[in-house]
Nanobody, 127 residues
Framework: QVQLAESGGGSVQIGGSLRLSCAQS????????MGWFRQAPGKEREGVVA?????????YYRDSVKGRFTISRDNAKNTLYLQMNSLKPEDTAMYYC???????????????????WGQGTQVTVSS
């Protein structure tokens, strides 16, 4: 069983930065595809970024975050990161970390593609 715990959320002003962390515990999953999803109030959960070890660590970035968000992972620490820069009000949401053992590359990560989820961390961007 893979357990995920997010941290690093908070309230920032427009243009600010945050770095989210997702610590993995329980069963080690170095070959897990990992992703960050977000869900704003009244909206569906959407894939933001993802990384796929089974596809030579190919990454996916949602168009709206390209150039501003960066996903990375530290396998030695079993931790996934999401660096978020130039934050906008529309980035406000609950952010979730997700993992799928040996997950395959997808043109857009879907909620159903990931088996393990964290509890989420809130990101609020305001003026």
């Amino acid at each position: 069983q893979v357990q995920l715990a997010e941290s690093g959320g908070g309230s920032v002003q427009i243009g600010g930065s945050l770095r989210l962390s997702c610590a993995q515990s329980g069963a080690t999953c170095t070959r897990c595809s990992m992703g960050w999803f977000r869900q704003a109030p009244g909206k569906e959960r959407e894939g933001v970024v993802a990384i796929y070890p089974t596809a030579a660590y190919r990454t996916y970035y949602r168009d709206s975050v390209k150039g501003r968000f960066t996903i990375s992972r530290d396998n030695a620490k079993n931790t996934l990161y999401l660096q978020m820069n130039s934050l906008k009000p529309e980035d406000t949401a609950m952010y979730y970390c997700a993992a799928e053992p040996f997950g395959r590359w997808a043109s857009e990560p879907l909620e159903a593609d990931f088996r393990y989820w964290g509890q989420g961390t809130q990101v609020t961007v305001s003026s």
